[in-house]
């Protein structure tokens, strides 16, 4: 079974009509190998087959998966697959630190807002007990 990467680039920057260009960027019948050299990430910026755009969207590049089927190339799901179950890689984790510090209000943090509800509630967490209890009693 053969698979392969399409990417299209659509610039519009400067006069005219909008340039798009289209070249394969993989093909072969080995999706281990696939894996290897564009691993798939769910972490933002790591993965180098997913869409992006720069210069407020005017160049625009995405990437889509076809498997050949009786002689036609037919758009596919991405055949990737992690080949490592350890967790993030080197990578993955530098882009994931990278990514927290530049753009801290994409990230979630489930124990500090689990902490604010609670002192928000009256409840007054432990390893926060202190001596006046009305500190954490709703004011009037």
């Excluded at 610039?11 to 960027?25: A, H, K, Q, W, Y």
């Excluded at 990437?63 to 596919?76: A, L, N, R, Y």
């Excluded at 990737?80 to 927290?100: P, Y």
Aim: hydrophobic fraction near 35%.
């Amino acid at each position: 079974m053969k698979f392969r990467v399409i990417c299209t680039t659509r610039n519009s920057l400067g006069e005219g009509p909008t340039r798009v260009t289209t070249n394969i960027v993989w093909e072969g019948t080995d999706t281990h190998a696939l894996s290897e050299e564009h691993p798939p990430s769910n972490v933002r910026g790591a993965d180098n087959l997913a869409s992006g755009s720069i210069e407020d969207a005017w160049i625009t590049w995405d990437h889509h998966f076809e498997q050949e089927i009786d002689g036609q190339w037919v758009i596919c799901k991405d055949p990737r697959v992690r080949l490592f179950n350890q967790g993030q890689s080197d990578l993955e984790a530098a882009i994931e630190e990278e990514n927290h510090r530049l753009f801290p209000g994409d990230y979630f943090d489930s124990a500090a807002f689990a902490l604010e509800r609670d002192i928000e509630l009256g409840y007054c967490p432990p390893h926060l007990a202190d001596d006046d209890p009305a500190h954490f009693e709703d004011e009037e």
